[in-house]
């Protein structure tokens, strides 16, 4: 039986459920993820003055051919999309600006030093995000930047966030889509703080100042993601969850959730429907943290499927702005990519066939040993058969065929770096 026939047998078992398979396949098509650019290198970036990465993030492994060029960078990306269906957007740092060999502040970035990425975003049809660094930079050495006791470090990290969201307001404005600009910062303390009032008071300012200038929202989209914890700042993070979450109400700016930066048993999934309540947007970096925040590759495991569940069941697939972030540079890093993307648009597909209204009601009426066996039987439905046409639909390599491809990429290109 070929992809179609079997696609038809399994579609009439979820139609016995009023799933209109057809029409989900239509929805699944229109979600984009923002595909992080910093799997490709280890986070490296192309500055001239290149610093060691910082900021209590880490990358393991040593796996051959990692991008060294923006261009290289681009190709394995090209490659990465051509085994994903669907449109998607792709997700920048300041770190991946072309300056042409010359060395510019990061205070002083313009939408210049991006044009390459939104030439080729254009041809391709890509939306682009994009993020400030705050990190693997002399000014963030001691691991504070916007909550720093020194004014003028201080001042050096504002305008840099400032000349971020003018980058993304270009993006948004050449693209026609709008740019999801993200500030992560590392600021935090190793061991237990003696005042964390103050500096949460200046990353406050900070942020005040940073928003302050006005930049077209239509073009541009400002977000801000929260941390619990990272290498060097155990006992204490600047930029916590609730201090974000507060400032991204009262300021009409986007809370951004990682997926790794809560606590080992809290769940992002069970903070949307509560934060969208409060809250028009909210923004996903999807990750996999493995005992910490390692930024494993995303797998196709519970949380992947209840975080997928908990954006369309409540029709929020508008509202939830689902970007990745894991780095792996200890396996083939375009197969990363590949593993991680499709594995969350498969996801959404999961929850998109889920009697999800009639496990509501269920749910209403109190019969939750139905609730409990249909979500269960759901696990064994013929999924893979509505994937694997979804993925021949869009033209892309079904089931595993696409290691194929990555495999001859590897000899062809990644090997005679
Ligand atoms: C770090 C944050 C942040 C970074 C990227 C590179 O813990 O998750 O989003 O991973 O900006
Ligand atoms: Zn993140």
Redesign the pocket.
């Known amino acids: 039986m070929d992809v179609k026939q079997q696609f038809e047998l399994a579609k009439k078992e979820y139609e016995q459920w009023g799933i209109d398979v057809e029409q989900r396949l239509e929805l699944l098509k229109t979600i984009p993820i923002s595909i ?1 650019c ?1 799997q490709g290198d280890d ?1 490296s970036g192309f500055e001239v003055a290149k610093s060691e990465l910082s ?3 880490d990358v393991t492994g040593n796996y051959p051919g990692k991008a060294k060029t923006p261009e290289q960078l681009r190709q394995d990306i090209d490659k990465a999309l051509s085994l994903i269906p669907g449109k998607h957007r792709i997700n920048l ?1 300041a770190i991946y600006a072309e300056t042409d060999g010359e060395v510019v502040e990061r205070n002083q970035l313009e939408p210049k030093h991006f044009q390459k990425w939104v030439e080729w975003a254009k041809e391709r049809g890509l939306g682009l995000d994009f ?1 400030p ?1 705050l ?1 693997s930079h002399e000014k963030a050495a001691d691991g504070l930047t916007l909550s720093h006791p020194d004014e003028e470090i201080r001042n050096y990290w504002i305008e840099h966030c400032i000349a971020s969201r003018k980058i993304g307001e270009y993006f948004g404005k050449e693209l026609g889509t709008p740019c999801l600009t ?1 500030i ?1 910062i ?1 600021d935090g303390y190793k061991d237990t703080p003696s005042d964390r009032l103050t500096p949460r008071k200046r990353l406050k300012d900070s942020l005040d100042k940073i928003f302050a200038v006005d930049i077209d929202e239509k073009c541009n989209i400002d977000a801000v ?1 929260s ?1 619990l914890f ?1 290498i060097g700042s155990e006992s204490f993070v600047v930029g916590s969850h609730e201090f974000y979450l507060g400032y991204a109400l009262k300021n009409n700016k986007l809370c ?1 959730l ?1 997926t ?2 809560y606590h080992p048993t809290e769940a992002v999934s069970n903070k949307i429907s509560a934060m969208l309540l409060y809250s028009e947007k909210l923004a996903l ?1 999807v ?1 996999r943290p493995v005992r910490w ?1 390692s ?1 494993h590759v995303v797998t196709f495991d519970d949380e992947l499927k209840e975080i997928a569940l908990e954006i369309v069941r409540n029709d929020a697939i508008d509202d939830v702005m689902i970007g990745l ?1 894991f ?1 792996d540079a200890s396996i083939n890093r375009i197969a990363a990519w590949t593993i991680g993307t499709r594995n969350m648009i498969k996801a959404l597909l999961y929850a998109m066939l889920l009697p999800n209204e009639y496990l509501k009601q269920l749910q209403e009426k109190g019969d939750f040993t139905e609730r409990l066996a249909l979500l269960e039987e759901f696990k064994s439905y013929p999924f893979g058969a509505i994937w694997n046409y979804y993925c021949e639909m869009m033209d892309v390599p079904v089931k595993e065929t696409w290691l194929q491809d990555v495999k001859s990429y590897e000899q062809e290109v990644l090997s005679k770096r």
Do not use: A, Q, R
């Open positions: 992080h910093w986070v900021g209590g993030i740092h993020n660094t990190f993200n992560w590392p993601e941390k990272g951004l990682d790794g930066h970096h990750s925040d930024d972030d780095f």
